[in-house]
């Protein structure tokens, strides 16, 4: 009779036929008071949303402090209930980290911690373990399931602290969880979605990891190939600004011995790898292929989203934001894809209410808060972009992204030193991004230190080559590279990526005008009157192109020799004076835009300062 409703309740449950297997389970714990029926019928009323009546069946005999299973879900039931003081008193505020497997071996070294003690449970702790040695078989006498939900308990214990905006203390729990079952991918998951890792520290955690706990079967040749096969699925989802090669390996290992090529996470992945590249169409298409097959899946759709932004592309935008505004409003994907929409047509104060639901409906939504604060920015108030910046630094530590956008704010308010410092922090924390590069070489530029600055842009533009990235994305990069050299006196390399600029489409006054005027310091006169007409015929007004123009001509007429020092030359009075009717040229900032899932912002700023500051381009190109 026992299995035969326990037959019937599974396919209840199978069927979710929750009303049946609740019946069934009610006799079944009846006539056995089973432990484990206690807990499947909790399971059920869970399932249901019945939290408090799955608790009541729970603390049947003191389950909870007995049981490691049942107290995971009486926990669960706190935490839907919002009971978090609840839930971390079930659960205990330390981590069994003496659980922990370290890698290279199946068995155990273990450290020291205390763990909540359970009354009747096999770890009882009676005194302070600090001084006792560890020994590798407490592990071993641990029951694998029993060690599964000891790390679900320590997922559970991070999510509590979380919501709590303890975030340090839910990494630890996230990450001790992982250490302890390697597949406990929903704490891996917060660790690397909610970006709680700089990606060298993702890089050195995956190497802690003791895939070889993994057991198929006792069979040592399958439970190996699980464990590589984990591990590669792992890498997967680290970021994509280290470790390129062994990304790559991966997905091809995975694609090609595993058929996962057309599987949506291993397609998001590559996706996530392009758009850090600047290779939006490219990743545009990636995200295009999984919503075709799924069309709301959330987890692709703040990327999705980041890319149509990135190219204009408005009414796959438009039309998409209404179609998850109509059949998934309880998202906050839906609300991100409303203010994505409205910060494309400039509709900014729209945007930012949008981004504030999202945020609000989810406070760990890193899009959103990114988005937020490019509000701000697009409206120049520089305070309150800060300010929302700074929330964001704080919820996601592991990223550079809050930390540049911090410094790229404070560059715009000619702070530089506080700038330095901001970018400094983003570059210990990522140091391939050649955004934070052109970034930093600007800041360099500010403070004349001109070499550095010439080393910022070169390595900017290096990786971007290195990563086959749109070169029209590092045109501004190009063009600061170009103005630091000819500050720095190296006439004939900045006369060569000016050209460069041109060649690839930089069709800009402000560009023919700087190439006018390394021609002039060069002393090739016609030359730079050719190249400052084409300035004009772009910009007729250009007040700088007209006065450099009228120089060469006089220089050419009269057949002398005319000589243009370096501009803000004391000696020379009269580049001096030119210095001065330049000052105050018109600063051109171009909307800005949001980004996708760590919150990257594809933002173009055009700013031309007089030639003493050589035009910078401040670009934040996402």
């Keep these: 009779m026992e299995k035969y409703l326990r037959d019937w309740r599974q396919d209840a449950l199978n069927k979710h036929q929750y009303e049946s297997a609740i019946f069934v389970g009610d006799k079944l714990l009846a006539l056995t008071n089973d432990d484990k029926d206690a807990f499947w019928l909790a399971q059920v009323h869970f399932s249901t949303g019945n939290y408090n009546r799955a608790q009541s069946f729970l603390s049947r ?12 879900l009486a ?79 320590c997922y559970l214990r991070g999510v509590c602290y979380a919501k709590q905006n303890s975030f340090d203390r839910a990494k630890e729990c996230y990450k001790v969880a992982v250490q302890i ?12 979605t909610n970006s709680l890792m700089s990606p060298d520290e993702e890089w050195k955690f995956l190497e802690s990891l003791n895939f070889d706990t993994i057991n198929v079967n006792d069979n ?15 890498t997967t989802r680290l970021s994509k600004y280290s470790h390129p090669e062994e990304f790559t390996a991966a997905t091809e290992t995975l694609s090609t011995h595993y058929n996962l090529a057309s599987n949506p996470d291993i397609l998001l992945s590559k996706a996530d790898l392009l ?48 179609d998850l505004a109509d059949t998934h409003p309880q998202e906050p994907c839906a609300w991100l894809a409303i203010g994505i929409y409205y910060l494309s047509i400039s509709r900014i104060a729209e ?26 920015a697009a409206e120049g108030e520089h305070d309150q972009a800060i300010s929302a910046y700074s929330t964001a630094a704080r919820l996601f530590q592991g990223t550079h992204l809050p930390q540049l956008f911090l410094g790229m704010q404070n560059l715009q308010l000619n702070n530089l030193s506080l700038a330095h410092e901001y970018l400094n922090t983003a570059y210990d924390l990522c140091k391939t991004d050649p955004l934070l590069l052109n970034e930093m070489g600007v800041v360099y530029y500010h403070e004349d230190a001109l070499k550095d600055a010439i080393t910022m842009f070169s390595r900017a ?32 390399d900045a006369l060569v990526a000016f050209d460069e600029v041109l060649r690839n489409g930089g069709k800009d006054a402000g560009v023919f005008t700087a190439k006018g005027l390394v021609l002039m310091e060069m002393s090739r006169y016609w030359d730079a009157v050719v190249a400052l007409h084409e300035a ?44 001065r009717r330049i000052e105050g040229r018109l600063r051109e900032i171009q909307q800005n835009t949001v980004a996708g899932r760590g919150g990257r912002r594809g933002r173009r700023v055009i700013e031309e300062v007089s030639m003493g500051d050589s035009m910078m381009v401040d670009s934040d190109e996402g």
């Design 75 to 153: 926990a669960h039931c706190s935490i839907k209930l919002g009971k978090l003081d609840e839930a971390l008193s079930i659960l205990g505020d330390k981590n069994p980290t003496h659980l922990i497997s370290a890698p290279g071996s199946a068995r155990t070294k273990l450290r020291h911690v205390d763990i909540h003690p359970r009354a009747g449970g096999r770890h009882q702790k009676t005194g302070s373990r600090t001084d006792r040695v560890p020994t590798s078989e407490e592990r071993d006498k641990e029951d694998a399931a029993n060690l599964k939900f000891e790390a679900a308990m």
């Design 536 to 579: 004009l015929a772009v910009a007729p007004q250009d007040p700088m192109a007209t006065d450099l123009l009228n120089r060469a001509l006089e220089v050419n007429e009269s057949e002398s020799v005319y000589t243009v020092s370096r501009p803000m030359s004391a000696s020379d009075e009269e580049v001096d004076e030119l210095d």
């Design 461 to 492: 533009l290096d990786i971007a080559k290195k990563n086959d990235s749109d070169k029209d994305a590092w045109l501004p990069t190009r063009t600061n590279l170009a103005h630091a050299l000819r500050r720095n006196g190296q006439l004939k």
């Design 181 to 192: 079952d390697v597949q406990c991918f929903e704490a891996f998951d917060q660790l690397m």
């Design 220 to 234: 040592s040749s399958l439970s190996q190939e699980a464990a590589e096969f984990t591990k590669t699925l792992y």
């Design 61 to 72: 005999d003191d389950l909870i402090a007995n049981n490691p299973s049942c107290r995971y």
């Design 351 to 376: 945007a930012r209410r949008y981004f504030s639901k999202a945020s609000m409906m989810d406070p760990h939504f890193g899009p959103a808060w990114i988005g937020f604060a490019h509000t701000f």
């Design 275 to 322: 758009f850090t590249q600047c290779r939006f169409r490219s990743a545009l298409a990636l995200t295009s292929s999984i919503l075709q097959h799924d069309k709301y899946n959330f987890t692709t759709l703040p990327t999705h989203l980041a890319c149509l932004h990135e190219l204009s592309q408005k009414n796959a935008l438009f039309l998409l934001a209404h």
